[in-house]
C-alpha cells in the first residue's frame, strides 16, 4: 500500500516541533566545519595525508600494486576507492592521484604514474581510463608494517569494510612532501622539504629531546640538519636565516621564492638570460603569457623578447633590448612584476594526534611523528609477539606428538574422539591438538622434528628479544633511531631523489630608483599643467606651448619637460607634496585629468607648482604672509596618494613660493613694493613646520623672492626685456637682517614687483 494522503489524527497537535533557527543552524555548521576540518582540508601530522590520500594509498596496496609488480589502469583504482572508502565524486579521487605523481608538484612522489599526468605548463592529465598507476617506495614506507596491528581500522562509509584511521608513516611525509589546504576558518600550507634533512633533525631530536628550533636547523650545509624548504621544482630562497627561523620556531611565516638563472654568452659580446628553474606551483605557460602581455605594454623597456625553449627540462630564454642593460637589473624588474618570484606561505597547522588542528613549530611535528613511530613499533612488537606465542604453543605439540608418534598414530585409527583423548593424554591445548590432527603424512619425516626444534629455540630467543625491547624505552627509541637511519640512507643526499633541489641566497642589492627606471621605457614628455589643475603628458619635448588646447575658461598654467622615468612632484596652496610618476599621467590626446583624481588633494587647495624630483636639490618653501624655510628635496616624496604634508600652514594664510636654493642669499619683495636682502643661512633646515619670519609686513604678504650668489650679484628683467644687475655694494641699503621691513625697490626695478 502506498503513502496515506490522509493527515495525521486530528488529536489537537499539529505535529510543528518550534526549533531555534539560531542554534540549528550553529549545531549544523559546527558539524560542516569539523567534517571539513577532519576529513577533507587538514593533513595528519603523523602520515602528512588527507583522508583522500590515504584511502588512494590503502586501495593501491589491496589491489597490490607494489613497485616491483605490474601497473593498473588509473579508472580501476579510483573505481575502488570510490566503490570502498571515499564517497565523494571520482574527479576529486582522479585529481588527488594525479597531483601525488606529479614530479613538479609533489617532491617525493607516492604514485608511479605511467601516461599523460599533466605537466609544469597547466595542461591537464589524460582520462582515468588511459593513464595507469602503481606504488612507489615512499609509498610503501608510508605503508610498511601496515597488516601488524601497527594502527587502528575504522568502518568505511558503507560499514561493509575497514580502512586504516592513520598510516604507519615510516616516512617523514608531512614535511617532505608538504600540504595545502583551506578549511573553515583555518588553512594550512606546509612547504616541501629535504627527507634527508628531516631525518637527521629527527635523529638528534632523539638524543636530545629538550633541542631547540634553532638546534634542529642548519648552520651550513655540511651539518645536514633542516635548511629550509626544498621544493620539487628547485629555485632559490632569498630570505635572510632569522626570518626562515623565526617561521619553523613560530610555524607561521612565508618564503621568498626566484627562479634559477644565468647568462649565456651568445659571441660578439651579446648575451641572453637563460631561466632553469622556476618557483613552486607557478604554471610556466601561464608566466610566459604573463611576460608577453607585459612586453605589449612596454612595462619591460630591458626586454626585447622571451622565448620557451623547454624540452624535459625548463629553459626560458629572454632576450635584452641590447648589449650594455645590466643583467642584474633586467631580472630585478622582472621578478617584482611577474611570477618569476613568489611568496610560499607556511603555516603548519595540521591535525595534532590526528583530532586536534593546531599550529605546530617544526620541533613539535618532528616529535609527534617521532612519537607515532614509537607508538607503530610498540604495537607491531605486541602483534609480533602474540603471532611467536601461537606458534610455539603449535610447535610444542608437534614436538609432543614427535616424542610419542606411534601412540599418536594409534589413538587417531582406533579412539572415536581422538582429541579429546590426546589432550587428557598429554595435556595438551585445543589448538595443539588440532594441529597435530591437521599434521601431513610426509611430515612425520626424521628432519622434520629436527627443523621443528630448530624453528623453536629460533622463535624463543625472538620473543625474548621482543619482550626485552617492550620493556626498555631506551632499546624502542635505539630501533627507532636504526629506521629513521635506513631512511636517510634510501633518500639521502647522494641519491637522484634525495639531493636537495632549492639553495638559498641573499637577494643582490640594487637600488630601487634603478629597478623602477627598468620598469619604465624612457621615453621624452612635456608635462603640462593647466590653471584649473587638470595634468596631461605631451609626447616629446615641446618648445611651442601656443598650440595646446584647454577647456574653456581654463589655460595654461605651466610646462615643462620630463622622461616617462622621472617623477613629477606637485606642491599645494596646502604646503603638501604629491609624488606622481611621469608614466602615470594621461597622455596628450584630450586636456587630460584632475590632479583630484590621480592624488587625493583637497577641494579648497590649488597646485602652486610642479616640477621634475631631483633629490639632489634643496627647497625653499614661503607663505604668503612671508614664513618660510629649507627643506631638502628627497625628504618631500610622497609615496602614497594622501601626499606628504611638509609646510604647515592656517588660513587665511597659503602656501605660495616653492623654489631650488641656488647661491647664498635671498631677496624677497612684498606686496607693498618693499624689498629685504639677506643671507640664506638665517633661514633654518627643517623637515616640516611653519617656518620662521622672512619679511615683515604691515598688510599685505609675499609678492616674489629670488635666491642668488652675492659674487654674481642680484639680476632682473623689466617690461622691456631689459637686464639690471646690481652688485654687493649697490645692494647695501637693502641688504638686512632676516624678518625686517626693507625698503622701497630699486630704480628700474619692474613695476610688476616681481624679478621677471
Not at 357 to 383: T, Y
Not at 527 to 537: D, F, H, I, Q, T
Not at 639 to 654: L, S
Amino acid at each position: 500500500m502506498g503513502k496515506s494522503l490522509i493527515p495525521p489524527g486530528s488529536d489537537g497537535g499539529d505535529h510543528v516541533e518550534p526549533v531555534d533557527l539560531k542554534k540549528a543552524l550553529e549545531e549544523r555548521y559546527l558539524a560542516y566545519a569539523l567534517s571539513t576540518i577532519m576529513h577533507r582540508a587538514l593533513p595528519d601530522v603523523r602520515d602528512g595525508l588527507k583522508p583522500v590520500h590515504r584511502r588512494i594509498m590503502h586501495a593501491m596496496r589491496l589491489l597490490r600494486l607494489n613497485p616491483d609488480q605490474g601497473f593498473a589502469k588509473c579508472a580501476r583504482i579510483v573505481g575502488e576507492v570510490m566503490g570502498k572508502f571515499h564517497p565523494h565524486g571520482d574527479q576529486s579521487i582522479y585529481d588527488a592521484l594525479v597531483r601525488l605523481a606529479q614530479d613538479f608538484a609533489v617532491r617525493y612522489p607516492l604514485v608511479d604514474g605511467q601516461g599523460n599526468f599533466g605537466n609544469i605548463d597547466g595542461d591537464n592529465a589524460a582520462a582515468m581510463r588511459y593513464t595507469e598507476a602503481r606504488m612507489t617506495e615512499v609509498a610503501t614506507e608510508l605503508l610498511s608494517g601496515i597488516t601488524e596491528d601497527a594502527v587502528d581500522f575504522r568502518p568505511t562509509y558503507n560499514e561493509e569494510d575497514e580502512e586504516p584511521v592513520v598510516l604507519p608513516g615510516a616516512f617523514p611525509n608531512i614535511l617532505a612532501n608538504g600540504s595545502s589546504g583551506i578549511a573553515v576558518g583555518m588553512a594550512t600550507s606546509i612547504p616541501p622539504h629535504n627527507a634527508a634533512e628531516l631525518c637527521t633533525a629527527a635523529l638528534h631530536l632523539i638524543e636530545n629531546p629538550s633541542a631547540s628550533v634553532e638546534a634542529l636547523m642548519s648552520k651550513g650545509p655540511e651539518d645536514g640538519l633542516v635548511q629550509g624548504p626544498d621544493f620539487p621544482t628547485g629555485g632559490i630562497v632569498v630570505d635572510d636565516h632569522a626570518s626562515i627561523m623565526e617561521a619553523y620556531e613560530t610555524g607561521r611565516g612565508g618564503f621568498r621564492v626566484r627562479s634559477r638563472w644565468h647568462q649565456e654568452d651568445q659571441g660578439r659580446g651579446t648575451w641572453n638570460i637563460v631561466v632553469t628553474e622556476i618557483p613552486y606551483q607557478v604554471q610556466k605557460a601561464r608566466l610566459i603569457e604573463k611576460m608577453a602581455e607585459l612586453l605589449m605594454a612596454r612595462r619591460l623597456p630591458l626586454l626585447e623578447d622571451v622565448r620557451d625553449e623547454s624540452a624535459e627540462d625548463i629553459r626560458l630564454v629572454l632576450v635584452p633590448k641590447s648589449r650594455t642593460v645590466d643583467p642584474g637589473l633586467l631580472m630585478e624588474s622582472l621578478f617584482k612584476l611577474t611570477e618569476l618570484e613568489t611568496r610560499f606561505p607556511l603555516n603548519m597547522n595540521v591535525l595534532s594526534r590526528g583530532k586536534v588542528p593546531n599550529v605546530l613549530s617544526l620541533k613539535d611535528v618532528l616529535k609527534e611523528w617521532l612519537e607515532h613511530r614509537k607508538d607503530v613499533l610498540v604495537r607491531r612488537s605486541k602483534h609480533r609477539l602474540a603471532e611467536i606465542e601461537r606458534r610455539l604453543e603449535v610447535l610444542g605439540g608437534y614436538l609432543i606428538a614427535y616424542l610419542n608418534i606411534d601412540e599418536v598414530i594409534r589413538i587417531i585409527r582406533e579412539e572415536d574422539e581422538p582429541k579429546q583423548v590426546m589432550m587428557a593424554k598429554w595435556a595438551l591445548t585445543d589448538v595443539q591438538a588440532e594441529a597435530v590432527l591437521n599434521l601431513r603424512l610426509r611430515q612425520l619425516r626424521k628432519l622434520e622434528e629436527i627443523e621443528i626444534r630448530k624453528e623453536f629455540d629460533a622463535l624463543s630467543e625472538e620473543k625474548k628479544q621482543i619482550e626485552a625491547l617492550l620493556g626498555s624505552d631506551a632499546k624502542q627509541w635505539h630501533l627507532i633511531k636504526w629506521q629513521v637511519k635506513q631512511i636517510r640512507d634510501k633518500f639521502g643526499a647522494d641519491t637522484e631523489l634525495g639531493k636537495r633541489r632549492t639553495t638559498f641566497a641573499d637577494a643582490p642589492e640594487h637600488d630601487v630608483a634603478d629597478i623602477h627606471h627598468a620598469m619604465i621605457e624612457k621615453e621624452p614628455v612635456t608635462v603640462v599643467v593647466s590653471e584649473k589643475g587638470w595634468l596631461r603628458a605631451m609626447k616629446g619635448h615641446m618648445s611651442d606651448f601656443s598650440t595646446l588646447a584647454f577647456k574653456e575658461g581654463d589655460s595654461l598654467k605651466l610646462a615643462f619637460p620630463a622622461q616617462t622615468t622621472d617623477k613629477i612632484l606637485v606642491f599645494t596652496t596646502g604646503g603638501k607634496f604629491y609624488t606622481i610618476g611621469a608614466d602615470r599621467l594621461p597622455g596628450g590626446r584630450g586636456h587630460g585629468e584632475p590632479i583630484r583624481i590621480i592624488v587625493d588633494m583637497d577641494n579648497d587647495q590649488d597646485i602652486v607648482t610642479a616640477f621634475v624630483h631631483n633629490a639632489a636639490r634643496r627647497l625653499l618653501l614661503v607663505s604668503h604672509q612671508g614664513n618660510g624655510f629649507v627643506v631638502p628635496e628627497a625628504e618631500v616624496v610622497a609615496n602614497t596618494r594622501k601626499g606628504k604634508q611638509v609646510m604647515n600652514v592656517k588660513a587665511p594664510d597659503e602656501a605660495t613660493r616653492c623654489v631650488a636654493v641656488a647661491g647664498d642669499h635671498l631677496a624677497i619683495v612684498g606686496e607693498n613694493r618693499k624689498m629685504l636682502v639677506f643671507p640664506l643661512a638665517e633661514i633654518p633646515e627643517m623637515g616640516r613646520g611653519k617656518g620662521v619670519r622672512l619679511q615683515k609686513y604691515k598688510d599685505g604678504g609675499v609678492l616674489d623672492l629670488k635666491t642668488f650668489a652675492m659674487e654674481s650679484g642680484l639680476s632682473w628683467q623689466d617690461s622691456a626685456e631689459r637686464v639690471f644687475t646690481r652688485g654687493r655694494d649697490e645692494l647695501a641699503e637693502w641688504t638686512g637682517a632676516r624678518a625686517s621691513a626693507g625698503r622701497m625697490v630699486p630704480k628700474g626695478f619692474p613695476r610688476s614687483g616681481k624679478f621677471g
